[in-house]
């Protein structure tokens, strides 16, 4: 005969990160800006100087969100011992 199986040990849900949310939503939020200067830069003729500030801000936006998760790692990789 078969004998039943065990239960599966139940486990915790750990839930969503927050850190991966907002992540997530500032990628979207560059995707955007990205699209903004595309058309800024195809469509407006006049005022070729509205672009830089923006394509500055998507890049430091960028560059503050991978440092951020570099040091988000960091800290994972230290607080557990590797």
């Known amino acids: 005969?078969?004998?039943p199986?065990?239960?599966e040990p139940v486990r915790a849900e750990a839930g969503a990160d927050p850190f991966a949310s907002i992540t997530v939503l500032?990628?979207?939020f560059?995707?955007?800006a990205l699209f903004?200067?595309?058309i800024l830069a195809?469509?407006?003729?006049s005022t070729p100087a509205v672009e830089l500030?923006?394509?500055?801000?998507?890049?430091?936006?960028?560059?503050?969100l991978m440092l951020m998760?570099?040091?988000?790692?960091?800290?994972r990789r230290l607080r557990a011992g590797h």
């Not at 195809?42 to 003729?45: F, K, L, P, S």
């Not at 500030?53 to 503050?64: M, R, Y």
């Open 1 to 3: 005969m078969l004998r």
């Open 5 to 7: 199986r065990d239960p």
């Open 26 to 28: 500032v990628l979207g």
């Open 30 to 32: 560059i995707a955007v």
């Open 36 to 38: 903004a200067a595309a």
């Open 42 to 45: 195809v469509y407006t003729y």
């Open 53 to 64: 500030p923006l394509v500055i801000g998507i890049s430091l936006g960028f560059s503050a």
């Open 69 to 75: 998760n570099l040091l988000r790692l960091a800290m």
